[in-house]
């Protein structure tokens, strides 16, 4: 079946009708069109699968995506356009032009955190660039999964794209197929196994992985707003978040005042949706039990948690050192640990010994702290003063680096992502400047004095 819808895309594909600007504008449009019909159903799923309230569904998943489409349809002729460059004086008489060509048949495989968005997200790029596509979205948000079907049955024939629903055995089988490009996101550890099997065909591909994404705090931030947006930022979701703050890196002399304000928000942004039960739902068992047993040591706020409605209270831990349960691996769930420093520059060492994050925050006031930041730790992207705002902008390229993934996505990166720059070189006939040809010696001389 896999192989069949494989070879109808291929098919397709090759007949160029998906390479005309006016064929995928048209195909943007039917896409949003058919969002909109399933607009009610997709939120009933999103509530269905993990609670997902409809303000947060419309804000984090379906007006993102729409808001994706609007830029992308502004923007995408500009983008599509074959670009001239500049020729070099040796290739006189020539003219250079990067072509936009489209890679293919792409594969587009996503996670359940935000099961809509990163779904479709991607598309939008894969389907701006040309290509045709199968997607694959999480089988653990089977709802969302599930009218993610029906809304791409009802905008396009499955030769041009297609969803497939199904659990680990169809990633597996269809990363057997010689798709032209994949685009994953998800978890480091399915990354590792993606990326080998992409190797074996040689197939180009980008890594949306996870990591740990430290928020720095020193004492030079304005601690009530840091405390609001990191409470933001990191609850949001139930902190299923690829890029919530995992952990809270503070100046030690300015953390008692920090955890009074970070309580504050907290209590007021997510106390009551958890008492109500419209929290977010960690997503299944073995997350809720993962998530559980990180909150250990000095619980300074919530931590309360219903294994039967899969509730985890926004939980706040202070004291925590780096050998805590919580520090081990990517937090994803409403848990957070808060460590101190006492050393500006010792915060930056260890926070740079850690594996690449996807993200990184710091919270201060004074330039040079922030520009420290930047330029000595390696991270995706990230944020002055804020948290997690910095992907919901379509001009900042969206990705990670080493452990938390390679490549970048978002506006015209989405559009770059899923085309080949196919460079050509259109030669003159008019004359024939001898430079590369043997025995012109003095054309040789003449070389050696131009790239001296
Ligand atoms: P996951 O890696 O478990 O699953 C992602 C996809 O991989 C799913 O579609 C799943 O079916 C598939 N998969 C699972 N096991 C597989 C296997 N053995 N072979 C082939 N395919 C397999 O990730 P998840 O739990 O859905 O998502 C959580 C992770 O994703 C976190 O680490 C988070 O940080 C990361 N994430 C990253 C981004 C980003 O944009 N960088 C966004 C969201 C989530």
């Not at 896409?31 to 509530?47: G, N």
């Not at 978890?187 to 099997?197: A, P």
């Not at 039967?308 to 939980?315: C, D, K, L």
Request: proline share 5%; charged share 20%.
């Amino acid at each position: 079946m896999y192989e069949s819808i494989f070879a109808k895309q291929k098919q397709f594909y090759q007949t160029g009708k998906t390479k005309p600007l006016h064929f995928r504008i048209e195909a943007l449009k039917q896409l949003k069109r058919a969002i909109k019909y399933y607009e009610k159903e997709l939120m009933q799923a999103m509530r269905r699968d993990f609670n997902k309230q409809e303000e947060d569904a419309y804000l984090t998943e379906i007006g993102y995506v729409y808001n994706d489409i609007n830029h992308t349809l502004k923007n995408m002729k500009a983008w599509a356009e074959a670009k001239k460059v500049k020729t070099p004086i040796t290739h006189f008489g020539s003219k250079s032009v990067i072509h936009k060509e489209p890679y293919g048949v792409a594969l587009i495989i996503s996670p359940w955190n935000y099961p809509f968005n990163l779904a479709v997200s991607p598309l939008i790029g894969a389907i701006s660039a040309g290509n045709t596509a199968v997607l694959k979205p999480s089988e653990h948000t089977p709802h969302v999964a599930g009218v993610i079907s029906d809304i791409i049955e009802l905008a396009f024939p499955d030769h041009y794209i297609s969803a497939l629903e199904g659990g680990i055995e169809t990633n597996q089988a269809l990363l057997k197929l010689p798709f032209d490009y994949i685009f994953y996101t998800g978890s480091s550890h399915v990354g590792r196994i993606v990326m080998k099997e992409a190797a074996e065909k040689l197939i180009p591909l980008t890594l949306e992985l996870g990591g740990k994404s430290p928020a720095i705090v020193t004492e030079h931030a304005n601690l009530e707003l840091a405390a609001k947006r990191i409470a933001w930022g990191k609850y949001s979701n139930a902190g299923q978040t690829c890029v919530a703050p995992d952990y809270i890196y503070i100046q030690a002399n300015v953390k008692e005042i920090f955890l009074e304000h970070l309580k504050y928000y907290t209590h007021k942004f997510y106390h009551e949706a958890y008492i109500s039960g419209r929290y977010m739902q960690i997503i299944n068992n073995s997350h809720f039990e993962r998530v559980n047993n990180l909150i250990q040591g000095n619980v300074v706020y919530g931590g309360h948690s219903n294994r039967n409605a899969r509730m985890i209270e926004p939980a706040i831990i202070n004291d925590v050192e780096f050998d805590h349960p919580a520090m081990q691996e990517e937090i994803f769930g409403p848990v957070l640990p808060v460590l101190s420093f006492e050393n500006f520059d010792k915060a930056i060492l260890d926070v740079r010994d850690m594996p690449d994050p996807l993200a990184l925050y710091i919270f201060t006031d004074k330039k040079s702290e922030a520009q420290e930041v930047i330029s000595r730790i390696p991270f995706g992207g990230g944020a002055v003063n804020d948290a997690m705002y910095h992907l919901a902008t379509p001009y900042l390229p969206f990705g990670g680096r080493g452990s938390s993934g390679m490549g970048k996505y978002h506006g015209k990166y989405s559009f770059d992502t899923f085309t080949h720059d196919k460079s050509i070189l259109k030669q003159t006939t008019l004359f024939d400047i001898p430079f590369r040809y043997p025995n012109a010696e003095r054309i040789q001389k003449l070389i050696r004095f131009i790239w001296r």
